[in-house]
């Protein structure tokens, strides 16, 4: 069993900052890419950042509407991933969801979502 906590949403105005947090936990031999997405009701979900290699850097990947502004880094040691959004736009309002591609320790490779944590960016 795999489990994806986030937290960080909230309720900021246009320009400010927030920064997401997931951790996952349970039975995990390693994490081979770890991400961001987020989604609008009524539209599908959305890539927003993601590392996608089992290097502790590896290449990432950002939408274009949020590269220069939103910062993906990673905590392997805590199986924890981040995502720093700056000068945050009415636009970015979403359900942010955190996705981990998990090798269990029973050796079965599998994507696990977490419950999601509210963005809203409003004046």
């Known amino acids: 069993q795999v489990r994806l906590v986030e937290s960080g949403g909230g309720l900021v105005q246009p320009g400010e900052s927030l920064t997401l947090s997931c951790a996952a936990s349970?039975?995990?031999?390693?994490?081979?890419?770890m991400g961001w997405y987020r989604q609008d009701p009524g539209k599908q979900r959305e890539l927003v950042a993601a590392f996608s290699s089992d290097s502790s850097t590896g290449s990432i990947n950002y939408a274009d509407s949020v590269k220069g502004r939103f910062t993906i880094s990673r905590d392997n040691a805590r199986n924890t991933v981040y995502l720093q959004m700056n000068s945050l736009k009415p636009e970015d309002t979403a359900v942010y969801y955190c996705?981990?591609?998990?090798?269990?320790?029973?050796?079965?490779?599998?994507?696990?979502w977490g419950q999601g944590t509210q963005v809203t960016v409003s004046s």
């Open positions: 996705k981990a591609g998990v090798l269990t320790t029973t050796l079965r490779r599998g994507d696990y």
């Open positions: 349970g039975s995990i031999f390693s994490i081979y890419d």
